[in-house]
């Protein structure tokens, strides 16, 4: 019997939950899908699922087999896509790792014209909390320096200069006197990116603010809500903020302060041969990225 068409069968009547469902799935029949996972424990020599009359569930040799298999399927997968693009229409699953603000605010902008400029690529964003490594089977990681796989043989690229602002909208400054000076940030009500309600900043020019305000939450959406509904003053990066700016929704306060100066990069793995839907990826959004810099020097 087929190895692969069997570990397939497995992973579906995981994912499925019984063997009526998988064999829906794969157009077959239940008897079908119970010698292929019969076939398969044979051969393996351990039992993979638990069976009673109304259920099934994994052994803890079958949770094993289930995760190792899916990630090979999909390696697998990888490798059929990635042979197949070389003379035909590029296509496979591209999967990309960003924390939530990048992947929410910055990354999603781009992705509708890619992906009809390239109709048979798929995309998986998968988001990440501020620090936290993202997962080594990625194709693509958008994220500032990370030491970690700086030595975990991935390659670097730089993407665009992370430097914040400070941004509110035009309610917020009716209603409150603009700040004149760095100074009187101090004193104005900020939004603040993180789990408490007061946040020290270094500016570029190497001079210390500490920002508070009466609302912090790590989730993007809602500070970035906040800010357009006057609720306060926020530090962002304008790339974050395209659409907003271009509506006047949210417009620059003191935009000659800048803070959080850092490099953007995208990270890839090493490999032994080119990952097309990655290259196409980068070379559109550099190239995106370069044209939206040149409209602003304009």
């Given at each position: 019997?087929?190895?692969i068409l069997n570990v397939r069968t497995y992973v579906r009547v995981v994912e499925e939950g019984s063997f009526n469902g998988a064999a829906r799935k794969l157009?077959?029949?239940?008897?079908?899908?119970?010698?292929?996972?019969?076939?398969?424990?044979?051969?393996?020599?351990?039992?993979?699922?638990?069976?009673t009359t109304r259920s099934i569930s994994q052994t803890e040799a079958g949770a094993v087999f289930y995760k190792r298999a899916k990630d090979q399927l999909d390696?697998?997968?990888?490798?059929?896509?990635?042979?197949?693009?070389?003379?035909?229409?590029?296509?496979?699953?591209?999967?990309?790792?960003?924390?939530?603000?990048?992947?929410?605010?910055?990354?999603?902008?781009?992705?509708?014209?890619?992906?009809?400029?390239?109709?048979?690529?798929?995309?998986?964003?998968?988001?990440?909390?501020?620090?936290?490594?993202?997962?080594?089977?990625?194709?693509?990681?958008?994220?500032?320096?990370?030491?970690?796989?700086?030595?975990?043989?991935?390659?670097?690229?730089?993407?665009?200069?992370?430097?914040?602002?400070?941004?509110?909208?035009?309610?917020?400054?009716?209603?409150?006197?603009?700040?004149?000076?760095?100074?009187?940030?101090?004193?104005?009500?900020?939004?603040?990116?993180?789990?408490r309600l007061i946040r020290e900043v270094k500016l570029t020019n190497g001079e210390r603010l500490t920002l508070s305000g009466n609302f912090a939450t790590t989730?993007?959406?809602?500070?970035?809500?906040?800010?357009?509904?006057?609720?306060?003053?926020?530090?962002?990066?304008?790339?974050?903020?395209?659409?907003?700016?271009?509506?006047?929704?949210?417009?620059?306060?003191?935009?000659?302060?800048?803070?959080?100066?850092?490099?953007?990069?995208?990270?890839?793995?090493?490999?032994?041969?080119?990952?097309?839907?990655?290259?196409?990826?980068?070379?559109?959004?550099?190239?995106?990225?370069?044209?939206?810099?040149?409209?602003?020097?304009?």
């Amino acid at each position: 019997m087929d190895w692969i068409l069997n570990v397939r069968t497995y992973v579906r009547v995981v994912e499925e939950g019984s063997f009526n469902g998988a064999a829906r799935k794969l157009n077959t029949t239940s008897s079908a899908i119970s010698k292929r996972i019969n076939w398969l424990e044979s051969r393996i020599g351990t039992q993979l699922l638990k069976r009673t009359t109304r259920s099934i569930s994994q052994t803890e040799a079958g949770a094993v087999f289930y995760k190792r298999a899916k990630d090979q399927l999909d390696s697998w997968q990888s490798v059929i896509d990635e042979t197949r693009s070389v003379n035909q229409t590029p296509a496979g699953l591209l999967k990309i790792g960003a924390t939530i603000a990048v992947g929410s605010k910055f990354l999603v902008q781009y992705l509708d014209d890619f992906l009809e400029q390239y109709p048979d690529i798929k995309v998986q964003l998968i988001t990440t909390t501020p620090g936290q490594l993202p997962a080594l089977n990625l194709d693509l990681v958008l994220s500032r320096e990370l030491e970690q796989l700086n030595s975990l043989s991935f390659k670097k690229t730089p993407l665009f200069e992370h430097k914040a602002a400070f941004y509110a909208s035009p309610s917020y400054l009716e209603k409150h006197q603009a700040p004149t000076c760095v100074k009187e940030l101090e004193s104005h009500n900020v939004l603040i990116w993180g789990e408490r309600l007061i946040r020290e900043v270094k500016l570029t020019n190497g001079e210390r603010l500490t920002l508070s305000g009466n609302f912090a939450t790590t989730n993007p959406e809602a500070l970035f809500h906040g800010a357009k509904r006057g609720m306060g003053i926020l530090l962002t990066v304008q790339a974050m903020i395209h659409e907003e700016l271009k509506l006047g929704t949210l417009v620059p306060v003191l935009p000659d302060i800048t803070a959080d100066e850092a490099m953007v990069y995208a990270y890839y793995p090493t490999l032994d041969y080119q990952h097309t839907r990655t290259k196409l990826f980068l070379d559109y959004l550099k190239s995106r990225l370069k044209q939206k810099q040149l409209q602003e020097q304009q």
